[in-house]
């Protein structure tokens, strides 16, 4: 039987626990070599943490999701990032020029 005493525990740890959980979030994204991971943001309640923003491939969605799912208080992950298209995907980069063009004038 549940006492008082044990809700009144579970309550103080999920409040510390919560801190946690985003500042080890904000940590493993932040850390990350992806610099498109440093921008997810995320939000964390009752062990679901949340993840929302953009990346620009479906591939980062996912590791974004691999990089935080393991950390202690975090039982499901609703990966909410959306997979943004490049603008000028198939097409050639923008030519910007270069010292040698204006030497050549």
Excluded at 11 to 32: F, G, Y
Excluded at 87 to 96: K, Q
Aim: glycine share 4%; charged share 30%.
């Amino acid at each position: 039987m549940k006492t008082l005493r044990d809700s009144s525990v579970a309550l103080n740890r999920k409040a510390l626990l919560t801190p946690a959980v985003e500042r080890a979030v904000n940590a493993r994204l932040r850390d990350s070599a992806y610099l498109a991971l440093r921008t997810v943001g995320s939000r964390y309640h009752d062990g679901v943490l949340t993840l929302w923003g953009s990346v620009p491939s479906d591939y980062l969605k996912q590791l974004a999701q691999v990089i935080v799912a393991d950390l202690e208080g975090v039982r499901k992950v609703a990966n909410e990032i959306e997979v943004r298209e490049c603008s000028n995907r198939g097409e050639p980069e923008p030519r910007v020029p270069i010292a040698a063009d204006w030497l050549r004038d």
